[in-house]
Structure formats: C-alpha cells, structure tokens
C-alpha cells in the first residue's frame, strides 16, 4: 500500500494482522539457485531446482487439509464404505479398476474444527507483494516504453545499455534477484496476457502462448493475423492425455484457437481495425470503463 500511495491510489484501513520480520530461507534459495546455475535451460537438473524455488513460498499459502488416496480389494472396500455416516471421513471419489477400487477421503476432523494449519500466509503474500513493488519501477515510468510484463518479466524499448544506465546494478545475467537479459529483438508483438511473439536481431523466431504446446507449427504471419479485429488462428496440436479409471495414457489430436483477448486490457484499434495498443480498465460506480 505505501508503494501504491506514491502513484496515486487511496486506501482505508479496516483491520490487519502483524508479523515478526526475519530472513528466511536464504540457504535454500542459494543453493538451489547454484545448481541452477550449474547446469543448461535443457537440463532436468536446472527444471527440478526451478520448479522447487518457484513453488516454495506458494506452498505457504495453501490449507493443508489433502485427500487420501487408497488401492482397496473388494473386502477392505466393504469396510471403508459401508455405514459411512459412522466414518471419520468423507469419500470424495470411487474409481473402479478391474477388481480393485481406488478411493480418496478426506478426514472430517480436520475439515469441520478450527485447527491450526501448518502454513503462513504471511510468507506467501509477502513474497508477492514485495515482487509487485520491484516491478513497479518500471510500470508508469517515463523513463522507458513498456510493451509487455508479467510476473517477473519486462519488454522495453531499450537497448541492453541504456537498460543498465537507467537501472544500474539490476541487469546481471548471474546474480540471484537480478533481471536477465533474455533476448535482443527486432520486432515483437504482443496480443494478451502470456501470448506474444518475437522476431530476434539474429532472425530466431521465439513465441509463447499459454496451452499450446511449443513445438506447434506457428510464425511470425499467424500473429500478424491475430493483430487484426474479430481475427483468429486454429492450429493442431497432439497433447498426452491420462485416464485413472481405465488406466490408460493417450495422444489425442487438439484444435487450439488463437486470438486477442480483452479480459484484463481494453484493446485499442485504429481506423483499420489493427489493434495497436491497450489500456487498463477503469471501475466506475461497479461498472468497467
């Protein structure tokens, strides 16, 4: 909220909860961060401590209440099912399996009294929170031109130096909480939330849209395509699908639909119906502007 106050924004305070301050995690982080750094993007070693660093402070946020999760024979089935009333559990799921069932309950105790949960969201809000406040710096800034950011990611206008010169002791390709210098590209286009395309000074065509696999055959055209009004892509893509119940893992063919969308951005087109930029909503009187 302090960070926010400075661009502008009001608040009023109703309750809140206070926190102990205190560094945690530092050696975790570290040490999966060097083995990170040990090994290639490709590498499953460099994924394993990726997944683990970024899933850490999540995990935080989450009630620990989880299904159990049993293979039973006919018999042992009769005993977990019958009088269920009676049961200190709830079975949210029977999946049949040839002669065998597998169930998942969860323990009613845990799920009707006030226990105390072995998480903190403190850790987890906190970590977003201050994530949001670093990549503030370069939102409303008049000092750059942003095309696109997420989570932790920014697509500017300048050029690596100016980047360093304007932000010095941020870009470091190695140092753990820095930014990365990822690409250099000559055009990029951007059409929603995790959907945009680049086209590299050295001519490498990179893109990534949210549930369609990399290796599916899209170029630089498709996206020029989708810049158009009421435009859209459909592209074939085989994903793996699984089945408990019969136990079976399959390729099956999927038709994906690219196109904008403008569930968080308004889309602003020209007398061409090109679209050349977006704006954030404004909520007026419950109403979206």
């Known amino acids: 909220m302090d960070n926010a106050i400075k661009l502008g924004y009001k608040f009023k305070i109703l309750k809140g909860y206070t926190y102990k301050s205190k560094i945690i995690f530092s050696n975790y982080v570290e040490n999966l961060y060097k083995i990170r750094s040990e090994y290639s993007k490709d590498h499953p070693m460099n994924y394993i401590a990726k997944l683990f660093l970024n899933s850490l402070y999540g995990r935080f946020g989450m009630k620990d209440i ?10 042992k089935y009769a005993e977990y099912t019958e009088n269920i009333d009676s049961k200190p559990y709830f079975i949210n799921d029977i999946i049949k399996l040839n002669n065998k069932f597998l169930i998942k309950f969860e323990d009613k105790v845990k799920s009707y009294n006030n226990l105390e949960y072995n998480v903190n969201v403190a850790i987890a809000s906190a970590i977003t ?10 939102k409303n800034n008049s000092k750059i031109k942003l095309f696109y950011t997420d989570t932790d990611s920014i697509f500017t206008n300048l050029n690596p130096n100016e980047m360093i010169k304007i932000f010095p002791g941020i870009v470091n390709n190695k140092e753990l909480g820095k930014l990365k210098l990822e690409s250099v590209s000559k055009k990029g286009i951007f059409l929603a939330p995790k959907c945009y395309a680049l086209q590299t000074v050295d001519d490498k065509f990179m893109y990534k849209v949210k549930g369609l696999i990399n290796k599916t055959d899209v170029n630089i055209n498709d996206f020029n395509t989708l810049l158009k009004k009421d435009s859209l892509i459909k592209k074939n893509q085989t994903k793996w ?5 019969q136990g079976t893992i399959a ?9 904008t969308t403008d569930n968080k951005r308004k889309l602003i087109y020209n007398s061409n119906k090109k679209l050349i930029a977006t704006k954030p909503y404004n909520l007026l009187n419950n109403e979206l502007h």
């Open 251 to 259: 390729l099956l063919e999927q038709t994906y639909t690219l196109k």
């Open 66 to 75: 989880f299904d159990t999760t049993l293979l039973l024979d006919g018999e």
């Open 129 to 138: 929170s201050y994530a949001r406040i670093y990549m503030s710096q370069f």
């Open 241 to 245: 699908y699984k089945s408990l119940s």
